[in-house]
């Protein structure tokens, strides 16, 4: 099994930064990709951006060119860096790993709050 932890949530004006992070534990070996989503009040969870064992990266149209996505495989981590935010940004973030780009863990979630 894979676990997931999640840090770096708050709350931010709009404009700022956030930095997420999202440390793997267990059985890491299976993980091939890794990817952040986001859930807002009312609506669906969506991808934001996710990151394969390789390297390659993907982002949703909404935030390329303000997010990026990257790993520390020596601390089999994934981070977030998010900047510019925008209020429309608000919703809990969470963590995902993947094996054979099927689901196999979610984290727990942290809240990001963007004021305007």
């Known amino acids: 099994q894979v676990q997931l932890v999640e840090s770096g949530g708050g709350l931010v004006q709009a404009g700022g930064s956030l930095r997420l992070s999202c440390a793997a534990s267990g059985s890491i070996f299976s993980i091939n990709a890794m990817g952040w989503f986001r859930q807002a009040p009312g609506k669906q969870r969506e991808l934001v951006a996710r990151i394969t064992s390789g390297g390659r990266t993907n982002y949703s149209d909404s935030v390329k060119g303000r997010f990026t996505i990257s790993r520390d495989n020596a601390k089999n981590t994934v981070y977030l860096q998010m900047n510019s935010l925008k209020p429309e940004d608000t919703a809990v973030y969470y963590c995902?790993?993947?094996?054979?780009?099927?689901?196999?863990?979610w984290g727990q979630g942290t809240q990001v709050t963007v004021s305007s």
């Open positions: 995902n790993a993947l094996d054979s780009w099927i689901s196999i863990a």
